[in-house]
């Protein structure tokens, strides 16, 4: 009897001991299969764990790679993530916008806002330095740069004919892109999620917003959990974008009382858009007075010789025959030149189709120095070590690109602004005071134009006891800022403002 009592225990032990093998087994089992899921996978295989250049630890983890957004052509969309160096888990996602179209979101993550400085190398062309950047945006968010469309920066597609696009495509490839992203990186699907940028951004921002709102609305999964938006200098619409460009130069003294009242009266007060060839070529004499001027901060300098800017004057679009000063005989075909960070602003607005400027025969950009963002990424180490494909199967990294053929096929956003702000997203508009591409007199009027209640009128914004700017509050969560000094690109011109708006802004804070 007793023998036959310990015989059961140890089979009930056996029995016992098995279970808990296989539980245990199960256990070991199941943390490996969804390590090899997708969901898991993706944020292991895009670690950046160094960069050629910089030496030292990362203040948070940074991951990079590609988002297949269509499988047939394999268009893949390029990203580069930093966690927040305060608390990724609770801190915003942020994704950053560079404009163009054709410019590359690098643009911002090199010269602005992202966590690194970069220096001249020790040999002429060789591989910058990189030293942390303070004033990263990085430091209160998890920050994003995303190059939009296919082939910008280091995105790109097997099937050229992709290259052909324009804003609802790009807008449908960004939200694509995002939804892949969350599933990738899931434990960020709860996080506040706003969407920045600059310049031609603000055709991208409010085009992909609207994707975005329309897939939370028909509930497409994952949902995306988006709070707002925030755009520098956005390209808008162009009576107010362009009608500020004469009376914003002649506030600045950069061009006479004389010449603009002579413009002023020539012109009507409208000047952009269908007016008479009188009013045109006043117009245009006003441009080349300002020819050797930086246009996206007129305090800077700029980068190339005078030679150099009247030549990409010339070889730009939209023709007008004035005389050159001094000239008697033979009229100067002048034409207009481009009006915005990396993109011909007032061509693409107005007929639709924008001439990329690397294909107009000048420089990428004028006035602008691209040297150290495309020794390093172009270098094949820092190409391994961020995931992204090699030149000799996507060609070399250009801040602004002329490989893709696009076509502005929306019209003006100030309906896409209103509408977001009346469904209650949280809407920051900045503007550097010191751009002539983007003017903020502008800019501001477009805001007012959306007719809501001042709730914070207009005043100083500080940062310490130094004036940093001016502000205006409105209804429905929506703010327009300046920033003193500032150009075109403000956390590349403003870097200690623009973290202190963007930090204040993200919390919630009044400024």
């Given at each position: 009897?007793?023998?036959?009592?310990?015989?059961?225990?140890?089979?009930?032990?056996?029995?016992?001991?098995?279970?808990?093998?296989?539980?245990?087994?199960?256990?070991?089992?199941?943390?490996?299969?969804?390590?090899?899921?997708?969901?898991?996978?993706?944020?292991?295989?895009?670690?950046?764990?160094?960069?050629?250049?910089?030496?030292?630890?990362?203040?948070?983890?940074?991951?990079?790679?590609?988002?297949?957004?269509?499988?047939?052509?394999?268009?893949s969309?390029?990203?580069?993530?930093?966690?927040?160096?305060?608390?990724?888990?609770?801190?915003?996602?942020?994704?950053?916008?560079?404009?163009?179209?054709?410019?590359?979101?690098?643009?911002?993550?090199?010269?602005?806002?992202?966590?690194?400085?970069?220096?001249?190398?020790?040999t002429?062309?060789?591989?910058?330095?990189?030293?942390?950047?303070?004033?990263?945006?990085?430091?209160?968010?998890?920050?994003?740069?995303?190059?939009?469309?296919?082939?910008?920066?280091?995105?790109?597609?097997?099937?050229?004919?992709?290259?052909?696009?324009?804003?609802?495509?790009?807008?449908?490839?960004?939200h694509?892109?995002?939804?892949?992203?969350?599933?990738?990186y899931?434990?960020?699907?709860?996080?506040?999620?706003?969407?920045s940028?600059?310049?031609?951004?603000?055709?991208?921002?409010?085009?992909?917003?609207?994707?975005?709102?329309?897939?939370?609305?028909?509930?497409?999964?994952?949902?995306?959990?988006?709070?707002?938006?925030?755009?520098?200098?956005?390209?808008?619409?162009?009576?107010?974008?362009?009608n500020?460009?004469?009376?914003?130069?002649?506030?600045?003294?950069?061009?006479?009382?004389?010449?603009?009242?002579?413009?002023?009266?020539?012109?009507?007060?409208?000047?952009?858009?269908?007016v008479?060839?009188?009013?045109?070529?006043?117009?245009?004499?006003?441009?080349?007075?300002?020819?050797?001027?930086?246009?996206?901060?007129?305090?800077?300098?700029?980068?190339?010789?005078?030679?150099i800017?009247?030549?990409?004057?010339?070889?730009?679009?939209?023709?007008?025959?004035?005389?050159?000063?001094?000239?008697?005989?033979r009229?100067?075909?002048?034409?207009?030149?481009?009006?915005?960070?990396?993109?011909?602003?007032?061509?693409?607005?107005?007929?639709?189709?924008?001439p990329?400027?690397?294909?107009?025969?000048?420089?990428?950009?004028?006035?602008?120095?691209?040297?150290?963002?495309?020794?390093?990424?172009?270098?094949?180490?820092?190409?391994?070590?961020?995931?992204?494909?090699?030149?000799?199967?996507?060609?070399?990294?250009?801040l602004?690109?002329?490989?893709?053929?696009?076509?502005?096929?929306?019209?003006?956003?100030?309906?896409?602004?209103?509408?977001?702000?009346?469904?209650?997203?949280?809407?920051?508009?900045?503007?550097?005071?010191?751009?002539?591409?983007?003017?903020?007199?502008?800019?501001?009027?477009?805001?007012?134009?959306?007719?809501?209640?001042?709730?914070?009128?207009?005043?100083?914004?500080?940062?310490?006891?130094?004036?940093?700017?001016?502000?205006?509050?409105?209804?429905?969560?929506?703010?327009?800022?300046t920033?003193?000094?500032?150009?075109?690109?403000?956390?590349?011109?403003?870097?200690?403002e623009?973290?202190?708006?963007?930090?204040?802004?993200?919390?919630?804070?009044?400024?």
């Open positions: 009897m007793m023998m036959s009592t310990v015989t059961n225990s140890q089979l009930l032990r056996a029995r016992l001991f098995s279970m808990a093998s296989r539980f245990l087994l199960l256990l070991l089992i199941v943390p490996a299969a969804l390590l090899c899921s997708p969901a898991a996978a993706a944020p292991d295989e895009h670690l950046v764990t160094g960069l050629p250049g910089f030496h030292g630890a990362f203040p948070s983890k940074h991951y990079s790679g590609y988002v297949t957004v269509d499988e047939r052509s394999e268009r969309l390029f990203y580069y993530l930093i966690l927040s160096e305060r608390d990724p888990a609770a801190d915003p996602v942020v994704v950053w916008l560079n404009g163009g179209p054709g410019c590359s979101s690098f643009d911002g993550f090199v010269y602005g806002n992202g966590p690194f400085n970069f220096e001249p190398g020790s002429l062309g060789g591989l910058p330095k990189l030293k942390l950047n303070p004033y990263s945006w990085s430091m209160v968010s998890n920050i994003m740069y995303l190059d939009s469309p296919a082939g910008v920066g280091m995105s790109y597609s097997l099937n050229k004919s992709d290259y052909t696009t324009g804003d609802l495509k790009t807008a449908a490839d960004a694509k892109f995002l939804l892949k992203w969350f599933e990738l899931p434990e960020f699907q709860s996080n506040p999620f706003y969407i940028g600059e310049s031609y951004a603000g055709v991208y921002i409010p085009t992909i917003t609207d994707e975005v709102v329309k897939g939370i609305d028909k509930g497409v999964m994952p949902r995306i959990n988006f709070k707002g938006y925030l755009i520098g200098n956005p390209a808008t619409d162009v009576d107010y974008d362009f500020s460009f004469v009376p914003f130069a002649h506030g600045m003294g950069l061009i006479s009382t004389d010449m603009y009242e002579d413009v002023k009266s020539a012109c009507r007060g409208t000047f952009f858009g269908s008479d060839n009188s009013c045109q070529e006043k117009i245009d004499r006003v441009h080349w007075e300002l020819k050797d001027l930086n246009k996206y901060n007129i305090l800077a300098p700029c980068y190339h010789r005078p030679e800017q009247e030549i990409e004057f010339i070889n730009s679009s939209l023709p007008l025959s004035f005389r050159r000063l001094g000239e008697t005989e009229p100067f075909p002048v034409r207009k030149r481009m009006a915005g960070r990396s993109w011909p602003l007032r061509v693409a607005l107005k007929n639709g189709h924008v990329m400027w690397p294909g107009l025969g000048g420089r990428s950009l004028p006035c602008t120095s691209d040297e150290l963002a495309t020794a390093w990424l172009d270098d094949e180490d820092v190409r391994v070590a961020i995931h992204a494909k090699s030149k000799s199967l996507i060609g070399s990294w250009e602004y690109t002329a490989r893709i053929d696009f076509t502005h096929d929306t019209g003006t956003m100030v309906t896409y602004h209103k509408k977001f702000t009346a469904l209650g997203y949280r809407v920051l508009i900045y503007s550097g005071d010191h751009d002539l591409c983007v003017p903020y007199p502008g800019t501001e009027a477009w805001v007012k134009s959306l007719g809501y209640q001042v709730v914070d009128g207009w005043r100083p914004w500080y940062l310490g006891d130094q004036v940093a700017g001016y502000t205006q509050g409105y209804d429905y969560n929506l703010t327009f800022l920033i003193k000094g500032a150009g075109h690109a403000v956390p590349e011109y403003k870097p200690k623009a973290l202190a708006f963007y930090s204040r802004w993200l919390a919630g804070e009044k400024f």
